[in-house]
């Protein structure tokens, strides 16, 4: 425990890391899959095929794979990155995959007729989307995105093998330094947990919030 | 009340000048093989209630629907208020107009739905106040109050904060009314609206729409399967089947003296129920 209470510093140093790079990944991720899940609705026949080879490539890939393929593939491609730059990149792509299924999914099952009531009205594509639509897509979106969200934070824990100094690279290196592995990583995983649990608790409220006159 | 043929092509009149409030020429519609609009000729004038009656699959629901282009139509011309619906003409061949121009013509044309469509998250008031702030740009606070008159006259004052899902279908499908003619449209168009609704509660929506024809100050036209709404309210009935217009005429000699033997058959439906 001592080793904990010694090292609790770079353990919240690396947890800044890994908070900043999911927060990127969250943002990122879920303005892809804005986009990407529209385009797949409504974009015009060769962006619907590129988009869906896009979301069926990345969701059949492996993360790890996805992100070895741009920390070593952009560099041989004389493009410098660093690892954190890779991490960002491969997880957004993954999560935007994701999301725009969870998009296209939620927007699809918005009745058509709440569509036809807008456009009878006069509403142009965009007020119809940001006024209409997304916001009965929205109870629908939320639970697998907080989902997505969760796995994004699990999942950053990955970028320890392109050496980003995240929560679970001082895990690991402290427990290497000092041979006390155990309550570091009984810490690192209360970590993890505490900010899932933050992320899902925070979903639940959205939910309650916009959970309109019809009691959850 | 047969509408007399202009011989001035419409477009060459300026929108809001004379002319039928609607004109629809020769409109074709295929879903596919399905041929469901096989030439629909109909002039609707400013201020005239028509009722379309038919057999389900005449194709009254899709004329409807093309009138403020919910659906394309793949020949022929809709004008309301002396503008083609959904097309630009160029050199003589038709090319799809822009969005914007869509829309701003839909605005004028307001819809009631078989099926309310009422927006679920926004309260009675927001519905109907949503479309004037939205698309017309008028201010909340004037909106609102309009909308408050608008759910007094159809008989809701008090269920302004309600939600879609707290009210009853009949009080939606009068909160959907009010909603349509907030936009103060040129024309209204009726689409089955009584008929996702319980028996006990078509007449509070059949008594809204007789007041506001009765009033005469929009243009209406009512897709129906009630004759006693038809026979009471409209100026007009139209008679379709199979993708025409069979019959039309006032509703007495419609509805009261039918000519062919299909709209005979159609109604005896009615007579026996």
Not at chain 1, 137 to 146: C, E, G, S, T, Y
Not at chain 1, 147 to 163: D, H, I, P, Q, R
Not at chain 2, 48 to 65: F, N
Request: glycine share 10%.
């Amino acid at each position: 425990m001592q080793t904990v209470i010694d090292n609790f510093g770079l353990l919240m140093r690396g947890l800044a890391v890994t908070l900043q790079l999911s927060a990127l990944i969250i943002v990122i991720g879920t303005t892809i899959g804005v986009f990407g899940g529209l385009g797949l609705l409504y974009g015009p026949a060769i962006v619907r095929a590129i988009l869906r080879g896009y979301v069926d490539i990345v969701r059949g890939t492996p993360l790890l794979v996805i992100i070895f393929l741009i920390f070593y593939g952009l560099p041989a491609l004389n493009v410098d990155i660093s690892g954190f730059g890779a991490a960002v990149i491969a997880f957004s792509l993954f999560a935007g995959a994701h999301v725009s299924e969870i998009i296209r999914g939620a927007v699809a099952a918005v009745p058509k007729g709440q569509t036809d009531a807008a456009k009878a009205l006069g509403l142009t594509f965009w007020p119809r989307i940001g006024s209409i639509i997304l916001p009965q897509a929205l109870p629908i979106i939320l639970p697998p995105w907080v989902n997505t969200a969760v796995e994004m934070v699990k999942g950053s824990s990955l970028v320890v093998l392109v050496s980003v100094s995240d929560l679970m690279f001082a895990t690991v290196k402290v427990a290497e330094r000092t041979g006390d592995p155990m309550p570091l990583y009984i810490t690192a995983a209360a970590i993890y947990i505490v900010v899932n649990l933050a992320i899902s608790r925070f979903g639940v409220w959205l939910e309650r919030r916009i959970s309109y006159g019809v009691p959850v | 009340m047969a509408t007399a043929r202009t011989t001035t092509s419409p477009r060459e009149v300026a929108a809001g000048s004379s002319g039928p409030m609607v004109r629809i020429e020769n409109v074709h519609k295929r879903f596919g093989a399905l041929e469901v609009l096989k030439g629909v000729n109909l002039d609707v004038q400013s201020g005239e209630v028509v009722c379309i009656i038919g057999p389900s699959g005449s194709g009254k629901t899709t004329l409807l629907r093309c009138i403020n282009f919910l659906e394309t139509y793949d020949e022929g011309r809709i004008y309301v208020d002396n503008e083609l619906v959904g097309y630009a003409e160029r050199n003589g061949r038709l090319v799809p107009a822009r969005e914007k121009e869509i829309a701003r013509i839909r605005a004028e044309t307001a819809m009631v739905f078989q099926q309310f469509n009422l927006f679920p998250h926004m309260t009675a008031l927001r519905n109907v106040a949503f479309g004037p702030v939205k698309v017309r740009g008028v201010p909340k606070e004037q909106a609102e109050q309009r909308a408050r008159e608008l759910l007094a006259r159809v008989g809701l004052a008090e269920k302004a904060d309600a939600y879609p899902g707290q009210l009853s279908g009949g009080q939606q499908q009068r909160v959907a009314i009010a909603r349509a003619l907030a936009m103060e449209p040129k024309v209204m168009l009726f689409d089955e609206v009584t008929s996702a609704l319980d028996p006990e509660l078509v007449g509070e929506v059949l008594a809204v729409m007789q007041d506001l024809a009765a009033s005469h100050g929009v243009t209406m036209i009512v897709v129906t399967h009630e004759m006693m709404f038809a026979r009471e309210a409209a100026d007009r009935v139209v008679f379709m089947d199979g993708g025409v217009v069979v019959e039309h005429g006032p509703p007495d000699q419609v509805i009261g003296a039918p000519r062919s033997e299909r709209l005979r058959t159609f109604l005896r439906r009615f007579t026996t129920a």
